[in-house]
């Protein structure tokens, strides 16, 4: 017959066990939901951005990814709400990409 310790580790173990189970599926969920919302975000720059803003875009990936991403979702939201009508060229891309980087503004305050 098993000691009341044996009995206290065997459901320890069973527990951490059914911890880690549990992180690793909201891992997984987590990771799904990535691929997912990556999936959106491809279709959606293929059927919104024209080659040359595509380039751009991956350009733009390579040097400065977090504003990339800023770049993409903002796409997104556009894109939407119905408020991309054709297809971004290039130039329309820069604007939007300045438009961007200007809503980023700092203020350092002294005392």
């Given at each position: 017959?098993?000691?009341?310790?044996?009995?206290?580790?065997?459901?320890?173990?069973?527990?951490?066990?059914?911890?880690?189970?549990?992180?690793?599926?909201?891992?997984?969920?987590?990771?799904?939901?990535?691929?997912?919302?990556?999936?959106?975000?491809?279709?959606?720059?293929?059927?919104?951005?024209?080659?040359?803003?595509?380039e751009r875009?991956?350009?733009?990936?390579?040097?400065?990814?977090?504003?990339?991403?800023?770049?993409?979702?903002?796409?997104?939201?556009?894109y939407?709400s119905?408020?991309?009508?054709?297809?971004i060229?290039?130039?329309?891309?820069?604007?939007i990409l300045?438009?961007?980087?200007?809503?980023?503004?700092y203020?350092?305050?002294r005392?």
């Amino acid at each position: 017959m098993p000691t009341e310790e044996e009995l206290k580790r065997k459901i320890l173990q069973q527990r951490m066990l059914e911890q880690q189970q549990h992180a690793l599926q909201e891992h997984m969920q987590a990771q799904a939901q990535q691929q997912q919302m990556e999936e959106v975000l491809r279709v959606i720059k293929m059927q919104v951005l024209e080659p040359k803003a595509r380039e751009r875009l991956a350009n733009l990936k390579l040097v400065k990814p977090e504003l990339a991403t800023q770049l993409e979702l903002y796409l997104a939201q556009l894109y939407q709400s119905g408020q991309i009508r054709g297809k971004i060229n290039d130039e329309q891309m820069v604007s939007i990409l300045k438009k961007i980087s200007e809503k980023k503004e700092y203020r350092i305050k002294r005392k």
